[in-house]
């Protein structure tokens, strides 16, 4: 603790919070602002004669807060196994002489370190693990704890467990179902939950190739549409800030866009948040029999206020694709370049499959799917409810997110893009006629303030007094992509970590979780379970506070859960 504050004196605030909380300033009215640090936090002006201990003249530059990834494949299992699968990449992207330095090296399968470094120094501060199978849950947070500087969470995957799905058979009631969701959230160290192909990957397992919303599963006989509006209601009941983060049915088969529609009708009002949504937004019309649905489904998005959504951009070139969706997997692993591929089950939780790929801007339907990507962000009218990612590695990697800044704040930059690629997209899509160019605040919105929102993170992605000091400083560059790859400045906790885009620093975040309350006689049904079923018991399947804390890399920071005393900024 220091008595001293620090004043980053004079820049062009882009906190779009401060104007909702009737704080004068943010971007509108191009006033000069200060900014004062003190112990990690964002303060109040100090009264009259408080020691200044630092000044920082930021000279009208843009100061935003800390960007806030909200799905990125960062740790786990298959994150893991995609670095086994391919050395080469590592060879490739190596930092050092040799190129082979695996403790610093990697592009779309990068290095613990190297993730921590290449957010930190774009800016971002936060970055959140979408896929942790609760089996794997030990194994995400150890190789969490290697990622330096930012703050992470992880999504439990659930929805094709067998515990789930047989007590829902055997006709659980929801509060039963509310106490087995909210134990995994503790015992895994969570701060959400994520359902995958809801039943989908359960089904595979019995020779399944796809399964539609209503329906049954060949063995366990329930629907998708149960499976997806019981764990929908359990996170609200319980009070979850962050809704129930939905991986929709059919990803990337074409015609998919109409389960991707009625899954938002299934969630009947209930707050939801729809991923990679540009993988669940293709239609079937066209002599290819592949088309784009991103219209009717950002109409979809428009008109329901309980739906936020990631897009999950493709970026061409290289990359892994990694999710628990075996089924899709499965059905890609023809597609894999290199030829190779990885698909298992792991602990009956759920899937994991790994199939490398290469996006190619001649190539019809790589090509019509970053239109797709980029038509979801224009056409969705809130940038409260529609979040950058590129689904890393999926789409392509994190480290892309300045070039599709550029995409979308700069039109004419987007127009040469889209002329560059297979020439049918253009015909075959409406992207060429979409004039909407993102503004700065609104880029603030989107991968700041929005996210920070929908994960109920009340002291992140804003810059009012009580925030964490996660602040970024850009030079007001005309070229986007060069203002956001290489930032002037970045404090994370206060503490000045890049510079220029170079890091000047490391140090350690937090893990970010909630922890609803539930009834404890859960167990007894869990325990027998686990003592049948499971390579763990059940005390040691629940990860202890102290095997993330007694390492000394960050804090635990418990997200409150929503109360009705509580209000969104
Ligand atoms: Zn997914
Ligand atoms: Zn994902």
Redesign the pocket.
């Known amino acids: 603790m220091s008595d001293a504050y620090t004043l980053l004196r004079g820049g062009r605030v882009c906190d779009p919070t401060w104007i909702a909380d009737g704080i004068a300033g943010g971007m509108s009215d191009g006033g000069l602002r200060d900014l004062y640090l003190k112990d990690g936090r964002i303060v109040a002006p100090p009264p009259e004669g408080a020691r200044i201990g630092e000044v920082i003249d930021l000279d009208g530059r843009i100061v935003m807060a800390g960007a806030i990834d909200i799905h990125s494949h960062i740790g786990g299992g298959k994150v893991n196994l995609a670095r086994l699968l391919l050395p080469e990449e590592h060879r490739e992207h190596g930092s050092g002489p040799d190129g082979l330095r695996r403790s610093g090296s990697g592009l779309f399968t990068p290095s613990s370190f190297v993730t921590g470094y290449r957010y930190a120094e774009m800016g971002y501060t936060a970055a959140f693990e979408?896929?942790m199978l609760p089996s794997n849950a030990r194994h995400t947070h150890l190789e969490l704890a290697d990622v330096p500087i930012i703050d992470k969470g992880c999504y439990a995957v659930l929805g094709n467990d067998d515990f789930l799905l047989e007590r829902l058979a055997a006709g659980a009631t929801q509060s039963e179902v509310n106490d087995y969701v909210a134990w995994i959230l503790h015992a895994t160290q969570a701060v959400g939950v994520?359902v995958?192909n809801p039943g989908g990957i359960s089904a595979f397992k019995f020779n399944q190739r796809r399964l539609e919303l209503d329906e049954a599963h060949p063995h366990y006989g329930i629907t998708p549409r149960r499976i997806l509006t019981t764990l929908a209601t359990a996170l609200s009941d319980l009070g979850v800030p962050h809704p129930l983060h939905v991986?929709c049915n059919n990803?990337g088969i074409p015609g998919n866009e109409s389960v991707t529609r009625d899954t938002i009708a299934a969630l009947d009002g209930r707050p939801a948040h729809l991923?990679?949504l540009q993988f669940h937004s293709y239609g079937t019309e066209g002599d290819r029999r592949f088309s784009s649905a991103a219209a009717e489904i950002a109409e979809a998005v428009n008109r329901s206020p309980n739906i936020s959504v990631d897009v999950g951009q493709i970026i061409f070139g290289q990359t892994v694709t990694a999710?628990?969706?075996i089924m899709s997997q499965f059905r890609n692993s023809g597609l894999a370049s290199p030829r190779k591929w990885v698909c298992s089950d792991i602990e009956c939780d759920g899937g994991c499959g790994l199939v490398p790929f290469r996006y190619r801007d001649k190539a019809f339907v790589n090509a019509l799917q970053w239109a797709i990507g980029l038509e979801l962000f224009l056409l969705i009218d809130d940038p409260w409810r529609v979040y950058l990612t590129t689904?890393h590695p999926?789409g392509g990697p994190f480290t892309s997110y300045p070039h599709l800044i550029r995409l979308l704040m700069d039109r004419s930059f987007r127009n040469e893009q889209l002329a560059r690629i297979n020439p049918d997209v253009a015909a075959h899509s409406r992207l060429g006629s979409i004039d909407r160019e993102y503004t700065l605040e609104e880029i603030a919105v989107m991968t700041r303030a929005g996210p920070a929102r929908v994960l109920g993170l009340r002291d992140r992605g804003h810059l009012r007094p009580g925030a964490v000091a996660d602040v970024v400083v850009y030079d007001d560059l005309p070229d986007r992509e060069a203002m956001f790859a290489a930032p002037a400045l970045v404090f994370k906790k206060g503490r000045l970590v890049a510079r220029n885009g170079r890091l000047t620093a490391t140090g350690w975040g937090d893990t970010i979780v909630v922890r609803p309350e539930f009834d404890s006689a859960i167990e007894r049904r869990l325990k027998p379970w686990f003592e049948d079923h499971q390579t763990v018991r059940l005390g040691n399947f629940r990860i202890a506070d102290g095997e993330i804390l007694d390492h000394g890399r960050g804090g635990l920071s418990i997200v409150p859960t929503l109360t009705a005393s509580y209000s969104c900024f």
């Open positions: 979408p896929a994520k995958v991986h990803l991923t990679h999710s628990a969706d689904d999926n």
